[in-house]
């Protein structure tokens, strides 16, 4: 699945402004609160699932 070491982006294309409270939390957890903004994360299990719950707000940039 995932490389150990191996890192991805993701950048905030979405707003939270009307969202869920848990899916305002997990940008925030994913360094992730202005549109625009990037964040450079582990390539992990974790991390994946939590873009996975916002995927409609953020883009992966780098990664597979």
Known sequence: M???GKTITVVQIGSPIRRKA???ATL????LNK???RSTLPDNAATRGMIEAVKHLVRVVDGE
């Open 2 to 4: 995932a490389n150990q």
């Open 22 to 24: 848990s899916q305002r």
């Open 28 to 31: 925030i957890g994913l360094g």
């Open 35 to 37: 549109i625009n903004r």
